[in-house]
């Protein structure tokens, strides 16, 4: 019953640090657009995050709970929960501090570090293509970014324009739902599939990805609230701390950071969708010329990003080695 109380929370907060995190900064970014109305940005984000799992697998969700460490064996379950732990807690301190980093690098380092403390075995060969192909995803948003608003600049302008403009950010932003509900969004799914089979099976080894939709339903809602929760201050900062946003630089962002993404999600490996859609923004900005990015704060961004990794498979591993000491 311990166990069981124990991943039931840390699900919960997991889920809502996703929010507050990654639904944040789409949802900001979504409302940076002339006239995007908020029901209709915030409504099309859970729709795609509760259908697309049903539809396109869940391939992204079994990387965090299959391939980082061998978390189908004996103490597998308990050191995934200690990894959880950590990443939440370092996204928290950071975002905290208005800074939104990759809760995606946090989840990674926490579990790979748990697991090793904990002495089961490390993929390490899956851990570095993971992060290879993690840290390969804002570049390729960083490019396409400044590729499409150097290319959106050439676009003859014609009265109908506005409009033009705002349907291709609403096609845009569908997409980039899509792209975060079939690879980023399912880090959630593997923490609320691991705790529903804690609370049926017990605590042991990690068991196949499931979760049923009621269960999807109320991860959605929870992930809602904490995106609700801290949309000023993380969402904000796409316009006022890193760039200065204009409607083409939004659309062109949201593309970058749904081709990055997808091309990811074909390898089956998790990538950050705040990183891209910050790399996309700015990449948009930048073609512009360098005074449209305000580089302090993407200097900010940059530093969390690289403290995100080290610290949380450093704590993960102190985390998995309590673990053998029990």
Known sequence: MG??????????????????????????????FPRSPGWVVAVLLVAVLFAVPYLLGVAVARTFTERLAGLGTSGGAAAFLVGV??????????????LPTSLTLAVIGGISGAGLGAGLPVSWRDLGTVLAIGAGAPLAGL????????????????????????????????????????????????VVSVAIGVS??????????????????????IFLAGALTSLVRVG??????????????????????????????????????TQSITAGVVGAATSEGTRRVRWQGVVNVGTAWLVTLPSSMALGCLGGLALRLM
């Open 3 to 32: 166990w069981t109380l124990a991943f039931a929370v840390v699900a919960i907060l997991f889920v809502l640090a996703s929010g507050a995190n990654d639904g944040a900064t789409i949802i900001g970014l979504g409302l940076r």
């Open 85 to 98: 732990v950590i990443a939440v807690a370092v996204v928290a301190v950071l975002t905290g501090r208005g």
């Open 143 to 190: 490019a396409l970014g400044y590729l499409l608003g150097a290319v959106s600049r050439r676009v003859p302008s014609h009265r109908r324009m506005p409009r033009l403009v705002f349907t291709t950010h609403l096609l845009a932003y569908s997409a980039q739902c899509v792209a975060y509900a079939v690879n980023d969004g399912q880090k959630m799914i593997a």
């Open 200 to 221: 049926r099976h017990g605590l042991g080894g990690v068991g196949p990805v499931e979760v049923p939709p009621a269960w999807m339903a109320a991860l959605v809602a």
């Open 236 to 273: 904000g900062r796409l316009g006022r701390g890193v760039v200065i946003t204009r409607p083409l630089h939004i659309v062109s962002a949201e593309t970058a950071a749904t081709g990055a993404v997808l091309g990811s999600s074909a390898l089956g490996s998790p990538v950050s969708m």
